[in-house]
Nanobody, 121 residues
Framework: QVQLVESGGGLVQAGGSLRLSCQAS????????MGWFRQAPGKQRELVAT???????NFAETVKGRFTISRDNAKNTVTLQMNSLKPEDTAVYYC???????????????WGQGTPVTVSS
């Protein structure tokens, strides 16, 4: 069993900052990519940022220059630092991890339960 637990969402005014954290736990051999996606009401889930096991980041154009992503491989955690937040960043943010499990072949994708972020104007 694998669990991804997110924390750090909340309400913030436009221009403010929030930090989201996600920790993966359970039956994990290695973790490949980790990242964050978001889903606003009435919209499809979209990429926010991902980071490889080697630390290479990838960002959506809409958050470049405002968000940073980092990970701690020893703790199986990924952190999204969100600065200069805008009302259009309002969404439920989901953590995702692609990982290998002991005794199983291939890679598996897991999602967190989501944490809401609301940016007021």
């Amino acid at each position: 069993q694998v669990q991804l637990v997110e924390s750090g969402g909340g309400l913030v005014q436009a221009g403010g900052s929030l930090r989201l954290s996600c920790q993966a736990s359970g039956s994990i051999l290695t973790i490949d990519d980790m990242g964050w996606f978001r889903q606003a009401p009435g919209k499809q889930r979209e990429l926010v940022a991902t980071i490889s096991s080697g630390g290479s980041p990838n960002f959506a154009e809409t958050v470049k220059g405002r968000f940073t992503i980092s990970r701690d491989n020893a703790k199986n955690t990924v952190t999204l630092q969100m600065n200069s937040l805008k009302p259009e960043d309002t969404a439920v943010y989901y953590c995702k991890a692609i990982l290998a499990r002991p005794g199983l072949r291939g890679l598996f994708q897991y999602w967190g339960q989501g944490t809401p972020v609301t940016v007021s104007s």
